[in-house]
């Protein structure tokens, strides 16, 4: 087995091993999930990589272990274990910087799955071999150029966030990173596939297009953005929970001038020590 088939057969392990545990364990869950509040407001970056290794279900990581599987057969025959793990990470971190950037106003948004990475891998393999074919354990063969466009409308229209939100955003932005950083590692495959580039290219951009400025024209029911379009900015949380925390100070310090230190509880000492530094 090769340097790839190894790095492949790690990252669908890991996948398996941290979704399993997030099944089981909520508070798990919570921690690495991605969620714009934790991440913007208290600087919780880790979640832009572990929230790409929790699914919401066996059926929604079964089908991106699957599908990373089959593409990556084909970028193993041609590319490098680093190229390969700077696709899958590229695809991952751009996807959810993306998706950060668009819900940046909306502290309490959240996603998880690895659906970003494996756009990615599909769109990498697809714009440097456009007329690989694709099957499923030798049966159903179908251009790979039609699995990758099929699975970016399922990823749109059927995978949703736990709390219903469809995560158009991190599987367009893993896409269309993963592609460009394949581009850049095999440069001369921009002109002789110049015509696939660019038809997968164009619809990823006009999506971007719609889902940032008019949301409202999907063809889905987006039940987070009916609910949430009038959500607070995270620079309004930050400012009321600084202000909170000045008059949780200010009162423990009046408390100190008019009834002394030792006047304080255990909590106010706390807090006193956390402000103060």
Excluded at 20 to 35: A, C, I, P, Q, V
Excluded at 157 to 176: F, P, Q, T, V
């Amino acid at each position: 087995m090769s340097y790839t088939g190894i790095i492949t057969l790690a990252i669908i392990f890991l996948n398996v091993l941290i979704s399993w545990k997030g099944f089981k364990s909520r508070t798990f869950f919570n921690k690495y999930e991605f969620e714009v509040e934790r991440i913007l407001l208290y600087r919780e970056y880790r979640r832009l990589i572990t929230s790409g290794f929790l699914h919401v279900s066996w059926k929604h990581l079964i089908f991106n272990m699957i599908s990373l599987f089959l593409f990556s057969i084909m970028l193993d025959a041609h590319t490098g274990p680093v190229a390969y793990t700077a696709i899958y990470t590229g695809s991952l971190i751009g996807g959810n910087l993306l998706s950060l950037y668009i819900h940046r106003r909306e502290s309490d948004y959240s996603a998880v799955g690895a659906s970003g990475a494996v756009c990615g891998i599909i769109f990498a393999a697809i714009a440097l071999y456009p007329g690989m074919i694709v099957s499923f354990f030798g049966l159903f063969p179908v251009p790979g150029w039609l699995y990758g466009i099929g699975y970016v409308l399922y990823s749109i229209y059927g995978i949703k966030s736990r709390r219903d939100n469809i995560g158009h955003d991190a599987h367009l932005g893993g896409a269309m990173a993963g592609m460009f950083i394949g581009l850049l590692i095999t440069p001369e495959a921009i002109l002789q596939n110049m015509a696939v580039i660019i038809a997968l290219t164009l619809p990823c951009i006009f999506f971007m297009y719609v889902i940032i400025h008019k949301p409202h024209l999907l063809l889905v029911d987006n039940f987070y953005y009916n609910q949430h379009h009038i959500a607070r900015d995270i620079d309004d949380l930050y400012n009321a929970e600084k202000a909170n925390r000045q008059k949780e100070l200010d009162a423990i310090l009046d408390k100190i001038h008019n009834k002394g230190i030792n006047s304080l509880t255990k909590t106010e000492k706390e807090k006193l020590e956390q402000y103060s530094r």
